[in-house]
């Protein structure tokens, strides 16, 4: 229980500082769009589609490599053998950084006219090449502080970048935005790499003063054990992120083909208003998906299969259960929510079109951090990029056809056929039944339920959409759905009790 406590407050801690941050991002985002319109955001979206791929260049799976070595020689108390695995996984960080530094800045131009089909965003691509060598040493270092269990580092160090990251966008927008659309892009861009270069030298210097705290003998690790990690999960990860950017260049086209006027400034409507609000609660969800690939992999390296199925069994509830109440709130105040941070209803029906979604999205992310764990890297890679291929060809035949909705159709044939076969693959693996009742039946019913009581409850009351307003409306559902979760049998008592055990004395 000692260790799990451990678990509980560094993913807390994690997850506490990413949703201030999200918190931030999603405020600042909507200055953005106030500030660049919804063609800017959409032009900057195409950018960063461009950047996805480059960032997994440059990273090529090293965060994993990172994350798993330190953990399994850190739990063998072989203080050498982690500096060994860090000195590689820096290696292999700063040769796939300065190489995809080098590609985005030398086929900028080829990139923005040839496939984005838009000129205007050379500018953008080759200031994003500044970023990848820092981000890709981030990376590394981001590994080494989740598996030594000293997030907070990565915390610091993330609240620290957001803020450097704001500062100098805000700055570089109000020099920039009057030149027109494309220097509003490149503002941002520009701002982000800042930002990047910020946070690679302040973990730079924290891993310096960390590593003089290991202790223990152990061997040198060879490069091998770096690249048997890192490069089943960097091949993967550049066929489904070219992929992905190329779905991110048919989605425009298909809906200008589909006969929408404003194809740029829908898009970005999707991806810069809509989804970001979407993702936001994923904070809580990646903080802990991610704490759990050290923890399941010093367990299944023990041969523990106990503690690896209670880990999977408590990951899987607390994932539904808050992702399902997350889902019914935002589809209960969807209207509230975008015109509170947008000013708008403009991405009113997009997001509550989304927002169903949320917990296979969130259930897939943990689900796949398990299986990594595991070492099943091969086979997320699999899935990834037949996900990726099929999501590519959907939005090729759909988008032309019927518009934006065909792209959200094919985001829940995506989420749906990822998160499929990474549970099926899970449960091959895993001595773990997921109960269907006890994990989405119930907490379906207490979404429900506390929207649809909320709504009589509120129906004769004009309440202006403000913040205090959705806050007040927010805490109320809230409640409400932990209510009826306790009364269904939900939140049950082995539920009760273990989270007593967790923050007792």
């Not at 570089?172 to 861009?189: D, F, H």
């Not at 897939?364 to 899935?383: A, E, H, N, R």
């Not at 693959?425 to 979404?447: E, Q, R, Y």
Request: glycine share 6%; with cysteine.
């Amino acid at each position: 229980m000692k260790r799990a406590k451990k678990y509980i407050i560094n993913a807390l801690i994690l997850s506490a500082c990413t949703l201030l941050m999200r918190t931030v991002a999603v405020a600042f985002n909507a200055f953005c769009v106030n500030k660049v319109g919804g063609e800017g955001m959409g032009l900057f979206s195409l950018v960063m589609s461009v950047y996805t791929f480059a960032v997994t260049l440059a990273t090529s799976g090293v965060n994993l490599a990172s994350t798993r070595l330190v953990a399994l020689y850190f739990g063998k108390n072989q203080g050498a053998s982690v500096k060994s695995a860090m000195r590689k996984c820096l290696l292999y960080s700063a040769f796939f950084g300065v190489l995809s530094s080098l590609m985005l800045f030398t086929f900028s131009s080829f990139v923005a006219e040839s496939f984005l089909k838009e000129a205007r965003a050379a500018m953008s691509i080759r200031a994003l090449s500044l970023s990848l060598l820092p981000l890709s040493l981030c990376s590394a270092f981001s590994g080494y502080f989740s598996a030594v269990r000293r997030v907070y580092k990565n915390a610091i160090s993330q609240v620290l970048e957001q803020t450097v990251k704001i500062l100098s966008c805000t700055f570089l927008l109000s020099l920039l935005v009057p030149r027109g659309i494309e220097y509003a892009c490149l503002a941002l861009v520009l701002g982000g790499a800042i930002s990047e270069i910020f946070s690679s030298l302040l973990q730079g210097i924290s891993y310096l003063a960390d590593k003089r705290t290991l202790q223990g003998g152990g061997r040198r690790v060879p490069m091998r054990e770096v690249f048997g990690i890192s490069l089943p999960v960097a091949f993967s990860a550049y066929v489904r992120s070219g992929l992905v950017t190329l779905e991110h260049i048919l989605i425009p086209i298909g809906l200008a083909a589909y006969g929408d006027a404003s194809a740029l400034a829908t898009y970005g409507t999707v991806s810069a208003m809509a989804l970001p609000i979407v993702l936001y609660p994923s904070a809580f969800v990646g903080a802990f998906s991610g704490q759990v690939i050290p923890e399941i992999t010093e367990f299944y390296a023990a041969e523990n299969k106990k503690e690896v199925a209670y880990i999977t069994s408590r990951a899987f509830f607390t994932t539904l259960f808050f992702s399902i109440l997350c889902a019914g709130m935002f589809c209960t105040f969807a209207g509230d929510i975008c015109t509170v941070i947008y000013g708008t209803h403009e991405a009113t029906e997009f997001l509550r079109a989304l927002a169903p979604l949320m917990p296979i999205m969130f259930l897939d992310t943990v689900t796949d951090s398990i299986l990594k764990g595991l070492g099943k890297q091969f086979y997320t890679m699999c899935v990834n990029i037949a996900d990726a291929a099929i999501s590519a060809l959907l939005v090729w035949l759909l988008v032309g056809r019927i518009g934006i909705y065909g792209y959200i159709i094919v985001i829940y044939v995506s989420e749906c056929i990822n998160t499929v076969f990474s549970i099926g693959k899970l449960l091959t693996l895993v001595d773990f039944k997921p109960h269907v009742k006890k994990l989405v039946l119930l907490p379906l019913i207490s979404a429900v339920g506390a929207s649809n009581i909320l709504y009589f409850l509120l129906r004769n009351f004009d309440l202006a959409a403000t913040w205090p307003t959705l806050i007040f409306k927010c805490a109320l559902y809230v409640m409400l759905y932990l209510l009826i979760a306790r009364v269904t049998g939900s939140i049950g008592k082995e539920e009760t009790a273990w989270v007593k055990r967790l923050f007792a004395k």
